[in-house]
């Protein structure tokens, strides 16, 4: 690869990953074969040589650019671990104030709906929330999914847990007394019982 051709591979490569960085901000790193799809959907490909951000990769091997983040890697501006990448300053975390207010908003709303949660997708859709960023939310254990439809914030669902707990201590659990005694709909209830049997009699509701 000759010098021009790195360096373009180079600015693409930081590009593409601030990028997926932004998309998915509560993963700590990503796979190196995703970042290289993202390099070549960059809209530079498209433009010609001379003009500001264009000038083709194509021609570039998948290895040829795995060098070049390699070379990256030992100048400190990524981190690679295995197959996975991030940029040396990343941090998982929801960087952006608008995305971090919909976000609280989201969970706040659940949250004041105790044990009988509405669907997720629903509200986040409505507050601008893209499916990606549930997705994560999930993936870091800031929600549960018990079941179809059904998530809960960790800190509610411990307490609920905790709360069965107790219940359990005067007599078996069953649909309806966890219904009446929480609150809820049967099916959450029944979702609840299930997630109890399988995962939720751990100390913690550590699930990721």
Same mark, same amino acid.
């Given at each position: 690869?000759?010098?021009?051709?790195?360096?373009?591979?180079? *600015?693409?490569?930081?590009?593409?990953?601030?990028?997926?960085?932004?998309?998915?901000?509560?993963? =700590?790193?990503?796979?190196?074969?995703?970042?290289?799809?993202?390099?070549?959907?960059?809209?530079?490909?498209?433009?010609?040589?001379?003009?500001?951000?264009?000038?083709?990769?194509?021609?570039?091997?998948?290895?040829?650019?795995?060098?070049?983040?390699?070379?990256?890697?030992?100048?400190?501006?990524?981190?690679?671990?295995?197959?996975?990448?991030?940029?040396?300053?990343?941090?998982?975390?929801?960087?952006?104030?608008?995305?971090?207010?919909?976000?609280?908003?989201?969970?706040?709303?659940?949250?004041?709906?105790?044990?009988?949660?509405?669907?997720?997708?629903?509200?986040?859709?409505?507050?601008?929330?893209?499916?990606?960023?549930?997705?994560?939310?999930?993936?870091?254990?800031?929600?549960?999914?018990?079941?179809?439809?059904?998530?809960?914030?960790?800190?509610?669902?411990?307490?609920?847990? =905790?709360?069965?707990?107790?219940?359990?201590?005067?007599?078996?659990? =069953?649909?309806?007394?966890?219904?009446?005694?929480? *609150?809820?709909?049967?099916?959450?209830?029944?979702?609840?019982?299930?997630?109890?049997?399988? *995962?939720?009699?751990?100390?913690?509701?550590?699930?990721?």
């Amino acid at each position: 690869m000759d010098p021009g051709q790195r360096r373009l591979a180079e *600015r693409r490569l930081v590009a593409a990953l601030r990028r997926l960085h932004r998309r998915e901000p509560l993963k =700590t790193d990503l796979r190196i074969d995703a970042l290289v799809v993202e390099l070549r959907g960059d809209p530079g490909e498209h433009l010609p040589v001379g003009h500001r951000g264009g000038g083709s990769l194509r021609g570039a091997t998948d290895a040829e650019l795995i060098g070049v983040l390699e070379g990256l890697a030992q100048a400190g501006k990524v981190v690679i671990g295995g197959r996975r990448v991030r940029l040396g300053d990343h941090e998982a975390a929801i960087s952006d104030p608008q995305m971090q207010g919909r976000v609280h908003r989201l969970l706040s709303g659940l949250r004041e709906t105790g044990a009988q949660p509405p669907r997720v997708e629903g509200i986040a859709a409505r507050l601008g929330i893209p499916p990606g960023v549930v997705d994560q939310l999930r993936g870091s254990g800031e929600l549960v999914a018990i079941g179809d439809g059904i998530d809960y914030p960790r800190d509610v669902l411990v307490d609920v847990m =905790t709360r069965m707990g107790e219940l359990a201590t005067h007599g078996p659990l =069953t649909v309806p007394r966890v219904r009446d005694a929480l *609150r809820t709909s049967r099916r959450h209830a029944e979702a609840l019982l299930r997630f109890r049997r399988t *995962r939720g009699q751990r100390d913690s509701v550590g699930v990721r």
